[in-house]
């Protein structure tokens, strides 16, 4: 029997906020434990929350960003839960008002593209952090620490439609959800250090069946790879458990990097758990029509429409595109180089080519060298000009991403510049042809590609330097004069 698997992730993005969503502690990430901590945060009795307004700013551009619909009217709620790194013993959060609802992403999975609905975005508090004592889990610690300095950082949740059907979709999605976010500059995106965090709830059913199969909710995936593979994972045991005879839990499962599986957690919490009640401390949020005018009007070009106008109005394949739009460092090196008047496709291609390969190879990162767009853009005027060939533009390379060395300095020291003067190329190409007279024979004897072995012959007599395109024709004109 077929099955068909039905994904929906729950996203926590942590907001780039200077101060916390209830009080005005510092909202960034470190510190020594316990600094960036008040009475607010720390749920002393008698204190009272003030809403951070950046916080609301902050999450209707996400909203806008991800084509949702904002609600006239939304309000904070507790969740109630006890656990040590709560120290009110309630969440403010949002159930049945949320901040916005109904939006959608646009993903392309292997060339297919498709919608994934967002059911809601929600904003919440972040919860402190425990540190176990000897294991990284509180199973084999001997004793545990708080850091309460997260407590109170402001969070968007954002929780899609259960519309994916396949692991690489719902990494498509997460991506397509990061980028977004980093491009609105609402989120540092950090999966590692846990400012972007994913949930995902995964079940399966027989093909053709309309009821949906239990979920289960996986935690713990903090990085794509990692969700790409516990999704695999989880399918494939919930597969094989009802193909066996067995039925699947609800239940909170926990990946496990190390030994490549879910693990059983706890038995999956129902809303009612958690007796949400209004948050009687904070009133209503009336968000006015202008607002969302004034985040609608200064939304920045969003990946989608970026990748679109690239391969659309600036020539740029497909996998190009992508490929700089989904690093936000390269989109941004690219465009503030075409910004300069220079041929966007040469741009791309050194982008993507020689440079990407050159940063790989050192395990650098371009933020990290001394390459600027005016550098690149003198190294591609160079060679249009013809001072330089393309294979001297790649020696080079390394020297101006290293040192930031302006290219023309570079091969003025080093003597790189190209031969055009056609005499001096003349004498080179009668050199190579007096020392290959097999090579020349084969020529006059009609076996023509041989040709290129002679342009070779010639650029590596003139150490690269020679202009390609003279040297071809210089070639020809001195063979076809021998044939004579
Ligand atoms: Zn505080």
Same mark, same amino acid.
């Given at each position: 029997?077929?099955?068909?698997s039905?994904?929906?992730? /729950?996203?926590?993005a942590?907001l780039?906020?200077? !101060? ?6 510092? =909202?960034?990430?470190? #510190? ?7 009475e607010?945060?720390l ?18 551009? =996400? =909203? ?10 939304c &309000?904070?709620?507790?969740k109630n839960?006890?656990?040590p790194?709560?120290?009110?013993a ?14 959608f ?5 292997? #060339?297919?593209?498709? *919608?994934?609905?967002?059911t ?12 176990? %004592?000897?294991?990284?889990? $509180? ?7 708080v850091?309460?300095?997260?407590a109170? %950082? ?6 899609s439609?259960?519309?994916? +059907? ?5 990494k498509a999605?997460?991506e /397509? ?27 399966? +059913?027989?093909?053709?069946s309309?009821?949906?199969? !239990?979920k ?9 790879k990692s $969700?790409? +593979?516990a999704?695999?994972y ?10 066996t005879?067995?039925k ?13 599986? !879910?693990?059983? @957690? ?11 009640f209004?948050?009687p401390?904070?009133v ?21 429409? *970026? ?5 659309n109005?600036?020539? $740029? ?13 390269l989109m941004e090196?690219?465009?503030? !180089? ?9 741009? =791309?291609?050194?982008? @993507? ?16 060298t001394?390459?600027?767009?005016e550098?690149l853009?003198? @190294? ?10 393309g294979?001297i533009a &790649? ?6 991403? *290293? ?10 020291? +080093? ?8 005499n001096?190329i003349i004498?080179?190409?009668?050199? %190579?042809?007096? &020392? ?12 023509e ?9 010639? @650029?590596k007599?003139s ?11 210089? $070639? ?6 021998? *044939?004579?």
């Amino acid at each position: 029997m077929e099955y068909e698997s039905i994904i929906g992730l /729950e996203v926590h993005a942590e907001l780039l906020t200077k !101060t916390k969503i209830f009080c005005s502690c510092p =909202a960034e990430f470190g #510190g020594n434990p316990n600094t960036h901590v008040c009475e607010i945060c720390l749920g002393m009795p008698g204190v009272l929350p003030v809403l951070n307004k950046n916080v609301v700013e902050f999450s209707l551009k =996400a =909203a806008r960003a991800l084509n949702c619909s904002i609600l006239e009217e939304c &309000k904070f709620d507790r969740k109630n839960y006890f656990y040590p790194d709560l120290p009110k013993a309630y969440q403010i959060s949002q159930y049945d008002k949320p901040i916005a609802v109904n939006g959608f992403i646009e993903i392309n999975s292997n #060339g297919n593209k498709k *919608k994934v609905g967002i059911t809601r975005i929600h904003m919440e508090e972040d919860a402190g952090k425990l540190v176990h %004592v000897g294991s990284d889990r $509180l199973s084999g610690s001997t004793h545990s620490l708080v850091d309460y300095n997260r407590a109170g %950082v402001p969070l968007i949740e954002i929780v899609s439609n259960p519309d994916m +059907r396949s692991s690489e979709e719902a990494k498509a999605y997460m991506e /397509e959800l990061r980028n977004i976010l980093l491009y609105i500059k609402v989120c540092d995106g950090k999966m590692q250090e846990g400012s972007l965090r994913c949930d995902a709830n995964v079940s399966v +059913r027989k093909k053709g069946s309309e009821k949906f199969g !239990t979920k289960v909710e996986i935690k713990n995936l903090n990085s794509f790879k990692s $969700l790409q +593979r516990a999704i695999d994972y989880e399918i494939q045991r919930q597969i094989e458990e009802l193909e066996t005879g067995g039925k699947i839990l609800q239940e909170t499962r926990l990946w496990d990097e190390n030994n490549s599986c !879910t693990i059983s @957690m706890r038995v999956k919490e129902e809303a009612d758990d958690y007796r949400y009640f209004p948050e009687p401390d904070l009133v209503s949020l009336f968000i006015s029509s202008e607002w969302i005018k004034n985040i609608d009007e200064n939304l920045p070009e969003l990946p989608k429409n *970026k990748r679109e106008r690239y391969i659309n109005q600036l020539g $740029l394949s497909e996998y190009d595109a992508t490929t700089i739009v989904n690093s936000i460092e390269l989109m941004e090196f690219f465009e503030n !180089t075409i910004k300069l008047q220079v041929n966007p496709k040469l741009v =791309a291609n050194w982008l @993507m080519g020689d440079i990407s390969a050159f940063l790989k190879e050192e395990k650098i990162e371009l933020k990290d060298t001394k390459l600027k767009p005016e550098i690149l853009k003198e @190294m591609i005027e160079l060679i249009e000009k013809g001072i330089i060939s393309g294979k001297i533009a &790649k020696e080079i390379l390394p020297e101006m991403i *290293k040192n930031g060395t302006n290219p023309l300095k570079i091969v003025t020291d +080093r003597g790189l510049t190209q031969i055009n003067n056609e005499n001096e190329i003349i004498n080179i190409v009668k050199k %190579v042809i007096e &020392k290959n007279p097999s090579q020349v024979e084969q020529f006059l004897n009609g076996k023509e590609k041989i040709i290129g072995f002679l342009v070779g012959q010639t @650029m590596k007599e003139s150490k690269g330097k020679a202009n390609p395109e003279l040297v071809n024709k210089i $070639l020809l004109n001195e063979l076809n004069f021998l *044939k004579k």
